[in-house]
């Protein structure tokens, strides 16, 4: 909804910006966002047909046999904490065996799914380590992704009804709402954007990224906003792109103001109801103006000088 507000010589107008940028396409970024939804683009483009792929890949790049490193994924399925998949050393036949559960009968349908003929001290063939990963649930996979070093990643949910919304933190309603996917930054990102890592660096990009979530939640709820400055009827001055609650965006246009207009102007912005021709409002506004003008005049004529502009008029009308 436009607002508008004048303070001669300037009028200001407050638009809703109909052609917003998308701040996950055209901002730069700290974090990445990664969603799925069978109706919505969300976030960044990606290639990960599930949720699982993508977590998989996160873990795959960070413990495969390029990195010299103890392996949590193996240290994970050794300590029996996976629902569906464990990872046992078979003495008499000195291999380390994936065993999974299928299900069928019972919870006792374990079968060997891979196994390894090797320490599992040395590097590893990448391919008994996706067999491991494969067999983890979603939810297994990104305990898993939290625990990387230098990893920050938050969940993004989705709440739709008559539009959508997101955040980090869920929403009340179960029905219309619900995990759509994360977003992240990982070690190589946040050290090439703050250098060292440390515990306090962590905190400032977690709170980095909850405001690209809030940022991005503007676009999505068409809190878009553009403003046009006239001085009489000449526009000198207009910016795009403003993404926030109305308070914040009358506060940054504040700073495009040009010194001799009063910054004041923005606080006398009012709501314009009905259906705003700018060209069509700066005319009336100086017809008014105008108007305003001629009466001025009168009330401070002389009082002599009013008294024969009233007989002249009279006469006038007499003679016709």
């Not at 649930?137 to 709440?159: K, N």
């Not at 009804?161 to 070690?187: E, L, R």
Request: aromatic letters at 12%; a negative charge; charged letters at 30%.
């Amino acid at each position: 909804m436009p607002m508008t507000a004048t303070m001669a010589p300037y009028t200001l107008f407050i638009l809703d910006d109909d052609t917003p940028l998308n701040p996950r396409e055209d901002h730069d970024c700290l974090g990445k966002m990664v969603c799925w939804h069978s109706r919505y683009s969300l976030g960044e483009k990606h290639d990960y047909d599930e949720p699982s792929d993508f977590l998989r890949n996160l873990l795959f790049s960070e413990y495969s046999s390029g990195h010299d490193r103890n392996n949590p994924v193996f240290a994970f399925l050794k300590s029996g904490k996976a629902k569906d998949a464990r990872l046992e050393y078979n003495r008499s036949t000195r291999e380390w065996e994936l065993r999974e559960n299928q299900h069928w009968s019972s919870d006792s349908d374990w079968y060997v799914s891979s196994s390894y003929a090797a320490s599992l001290k040395d590097e590893v063939p990448d391919w008994f380590l996706d067999d491991c990963l494969s067999a983890l649930t979603t939810g297994e996979l990104f305990s898993l992704v939290e625990q990387m070093d230098g990893m920050v990643i938050l969940p993004l949910y989705l709440y739709d009804h008559s539009g959508i919304t997101m955040n980090t933190c869920g929403f009340s309603c179960p029905w219309d709402s619900g995990q759509v996917g994360w977003i992240y930054a990982d070690k190589a990102m946040i050290e090439q954007e703050h250098g060292k890592i440390t515990p306090e660096i962590l905190e400032k990009v977690r709170q980095t990224l909850e405001a690209e979530v809030k940022e991005y939640d503007y676009y999505l709820t068409n809190q878009c906003y553009g403003f046009q400055l006239f001085k009489e009827d000449v526009e000198v001055d207009s910016c795009w792109g403003f993404l926030g609650e109305i308070r914040d965006v009358q506060d940054a246009v504040k700073e495009h103001l040009p010194e001799d207009c009063n910054p004041a102007i923005v606080e006398s912005l009012q709501f314009q109801y009905e259906e705003l021709d700018i060209d069509e409002y700066l005319e009336r506004l100086q017809e008014e103006t105008e108007g305003l003008g001629r009466q001025t005049a009168w009330i401070f004529c002389p009082w002599p000088v009013a008294m024969d502009m009233s007989r002249k008029r009279q006469a006038a009308k007499l003679s016709t």
